[in-house]
């Protein structure tokens, strides 16, 4: 297995420094994502976490909920996703 090959799942580098920052600075953020169903949901909140688990990429919420990286949509108006 080779690390630099990174899954589907998995986001880019840059995004995930992003977010790390995110988790760093333990800032309240509005968090736009689509869940499992594709709906589209809102949350605020504090982020705690970013972690891999299952070769999938997460964030980890202050209040233990868990967003998959790769729904997310924006982060405090920042765009995520391509259009």
């Not at 420094?17 to 760093?24: D, F, G, P």
């Amino acid at each position: 297995m080779n690390a630099s090959h990174s899954s589907p799942a998995t986001m880019p580098w840059h995004l995930q420094k992003r977010l790390q920052e995110y988790a760093r600075s333990l800032k309240l953020a509005e968090i736009i994502y689509t869940d499992a169903t594709g709906q589209v949901c809102v949350v605020h909140g504090i982020v705690r976490e970013v972690l891999s688990r299952a070769g999938r990429d997460f964030l980890i919420l202050e209040k233990g909920q868990m967003v998959a990286a790769d729904h997310i949509i924006m982060i405090d108006g920042e765009r995520l996703t391509k259009a």
